[in-house]
């Protein structure tokens, strides 16, 4: 048996994703009480610290350059394996062999131009269970089984660093249904913040147009107490705008020097 400590739920759940081929996994999790994080900035690295540096996007080593900032987070996207491996890649596809239809050790027979391997989550969670500071892990989630995603992060103890981003409805309803909605944020546009308040999320996570689109939805949101979120912006004036806004903003350069707010 697992000792909680103080102000901490625990939930003994099921989780299945069989309609997607995705394996069935009990799920054990400890819920924080309390966030670490860096609430002095509002940048978030999009799929790393890779583009100053030179390093590809979604690497280990764009995201192990972004803990040494001082950011909110570093977003990378996550995906499985047919052989149930979870692994950080924005496509459906690496070096044209779909994901989900192969196992990890074909894949990871293939590298990247520093000739580093299709990243493994475990990869990234071990790096952020090392780190001994603030810079959060933001799972941008394409295609994973939710159970097995929990397990492995639990198994690093460092849920309590770690946001969620999905446009997978599916996914995103069995993280609020596990009591995670609160670190979970709709990616998209296609969802008003009233709506996703009503459905459990925390917040939203837009690209910009979005929000040009639907102008009040960022006033909106706050009030209903959902984070705001936006993607992907890179122009220093708007990135600025944003945060004055007290929009959190993920971008491809997150070494900007910005004013606090």
């Known amino acids: 048996m697992i000792r909680l400590a103080p102000l901490f739920m625990c ?13 069935e996994e009990e799920l054990s999790i400890v819920i ?29 080593s764009a995201f192990k350059a972004a803990l040494f900032l ?9 995906r499985q394996t047919k052989d149930g491996c979870l692994v950080v890649c924005h496509d459906e596809t690496y070096n044209g062999m779909t994901i989900a239809d192969n196992d990890y050790a074909t894949l990871s027979g293939h590298f990247s131009f520093n000739r580093e391997p299709l990243p493994l989550l475990e990869d990234f969670l071990l790096a952020l269970s090392q780190d001994k500071g603030k810079v959060r892990l933001v799972l941008d989630l394409k295609m994973c089984g939710v159970a097995k995603l929990l397990n492995l992060i639990c198994s ?7 946001d969620f981003v999905s446009g997978n409805g599916t996914i995103c309803t069995k993280l609020i249904k596990y009591g995670l909605g609160y670190k ?4 998209g546009g296609g969802m008003s913040p009233e709506n996703a308040k009503k459905i459990g999320y925390g917040g939203i996570d837009y690209k910009k147009d979005v929000f040009l689109s639907h102008p009040n939805w960022i006033n909106e949101a706050q009030a209903l ?11 220093v004036a708007t990135i600025q705008k944003y945060i004055e806004q007290g929009v959190y903003v993920t971008t491809d350069k997150p070494e ?5 707010q």
């Open 11 to 23: 939930f003994l759940l099921s989780c299945s994703l069989s309609n997607q081929g995705l394996e």
């Open 225 to 235: 107490g959902l984070k705001v979120w936006v993607w992907t912006v890179n122009d």
């Open 184 to 187: 979970t944020l709709f990616l």
């Open 32 to 60: 924080p009480s309390k966030e670490k994080c860096n609430e002095a900035s509002m940048i978030i690295a999009h799929q790393g610290a890779w583009k100053a540096a030179g390093y590809p996007p979604n690497s280990l």
């Open 70 to 78: 001082d950011i909110y987070g570093s977003e990378c996207d996550v």
């Open 256 to 260: 900007l020097e910005l004013k606090k």
């Open 156 to 162: 690093y103890g460092v849920l309590d660093r770690v």
